[in-house]
């Protein structure tokens, strides 16, 4: 089993940033790819960012491309994402989640899940 903590969510005027952190335990030895999702009220949950922790791919969903960075770190188990230029519409519970294989962007391939962080982002 492996265990995901997030961090790091809170409220934020547009524009503004914020750095979510997440750290798995457990069997985390056997994970392959860590990913952030969101889900707004009323609506689906996505997949915002992905990393391959050995390193060589990311994923960035279209609306986030240039304000978000994500990074891995396969020694310690942790992926992060840097969020810039925050705007509203990136309001939403972002979790943390991990894969032990397959590609990056196939949301499929999660199975393991954090509790989720709040990011809300006013006008």
């Known amino acids: 089993q492996v265990h995901l903590v997030e961090s790091g969510g809170g409220l934020v005027q547009a524009g503004g940033s914020l750095r979510l952190s997440c750290v798995a335990s457990?069997?985390?030895?056997?994970?392959?790819?860590m990913a952030w999702f969101r889900q707004a009220p009323g609506k689906e949950r996505e997949l915002v960012s992905a990393v391959k922790l050995s390193g060589g791919y990311t994923y960035y969903q279209n609306s986030v491309k240039g304000r978000f960075t994500i990074s891995g770190d396969n020694a310690k188990n942790t992926v992060a994402l840097q969020m810039n230029s925050l705007k509203p519409e990136d309001t939403a519970v972002y979790y943390c989640?991990?894969?032990?294989?397959?590609?990056?962007?196939?949301?499929?391939?999660?199975?393991?899940w954090g509790q989720g962080t709040q990011v809300t982002v006013s006008s």
């Open positions: 989640a991990a894969a032990t294989s397959g590609t990056a962007w196939n949301t499929e391939a999660y199975r393991y």
């Open positions: 457990g069997r985390a030895f056997s994970l392959y790819n």
